[in-house]
């Protein structure tokens, strides 16, 4: 996988023509709608940013990004047979939860349909609904990217877009704790993963607070 180079603009061009993202990139353009479709290629545009940002590996972003929402097209029914198909566990909030499983189901799609190997990459695709409480560099940037895209115009976007250029754990807490609030409106259960995701965030808010500034 390939480093942040000083050619930005080369390696943009480099990481958006690689075959295995062209493929990709042709599956979901068929299978999405059209707003789906245009939010994922928002979602790779700003985790790409933020890679560069945070100097974490663009292939890895740019892959994570196309294929998150690759499973969207599913209906309910579609997604507890498809999940059933590979075997997937499904825990209790899983069950009574279709909305969740599109990101399970979608890694396990990236595995079937493109090969992806790269447990990174899988980790960000089935992390980016509920995070979880040990998210790596592009779990955090594909959680954020999701949710403050710019085509995104809910409550809470704009401030997670501005947090996410300063603070990616910041960014996590921010969209972990507007989920939690929109879940106890609704009162949906919610998975214990966002809420080890919103303890850790928050963990890592208070030490990287507490850490002495050096002169």
Same mark, same amino acid.
């Given at each position: 996988?390939?480093? @942040?180079?000083?050619?930005?603009? $080369? #390696?943009?061009k #480099? ?7 062209? +493929?990709?990139? @042709?599956? *979901? ?9 245009k ?5 790779? &545009?700003?985790a ?13 972003? /740019? ?14 029914? &579609? ?5 059933? &198909? ?5 825990? &209790?909030? #899983?069950? +009574?939860? $279709? ?7 979608g890694? +396990? ?10 447990p990174? =990459?899988?980790?960000? *695709?089935?992390?980016h609904?509920?995070? /979880?409480?040990?998210?790596?560099? =592009?779990? @955090?940037?594909?959680?954020? $990217? ?8 809910? +409550? ?5 877009? @501005?947090? $996410? ?8 807490? #921010? ?19 966002? =809420?080890?995701?919103? /303890? ?9 607070? /507490? ?5």
């Amino acid at each position: 996988m390939m480093k @942040k180079k000083k050619n930005d603009p $080369a #390696e943009k061009k #480099e990481v958006f023509e690689h075959p295995q993202a062209i +493929e990709i990139e @042709k599956y *979901i353009k068929k299978r999405l709608e059209r707003k789906r479709y245009k939010h994922v290629l928002s979602v790779r &545009e700003m985790a790409l940013d933020l890679a560069k940002r945070y100097d974490a590996d663009w292939q890895r972003g /740019n892959l994570a990004a196309l294929l998150h929402d690759c499973a969207k097209w599913m209906s309910p029914p &579609e997604l507890y047979e498809a999940a059933a &198909e590979y075997g997937v566990q499904l825990d &209790e909030v #899983e069950r +009574e939860n $279709a909305s969740l499983l599109h990101a399970i189901v979608g890694a +396990e799609l990236a595995v079937a349909l493109f090969s992806v190997s790269d447990p990174e =990459i899988l980790s960000a *695709i089935r992390a980016h609904t509920t995070g /979880n409480g040990s998210m790596t560099l =592009i779990d @955090k940037i594909l959680y954020v $990217a999701d949710f403050a895209e710019p085509k995104r115009t809910h +409550e809470g976007a704009s401030l997670v877009r @501005k947090c $996410a250029y300063q603070e990616l754990n910041r960014a996590v807490f #921010e969209v972990t704790r507007y989920k939690i609030e929109e879940l106890l409106t609704r009162g949906t259960p919610i998975h214990p993963k966002t =809420i080890d995701a919103y /303890n850790s965030a928050l963990r890592a808010i208070t030490e990287s607070a /507490n850490q002495p500034t050096q002169a």
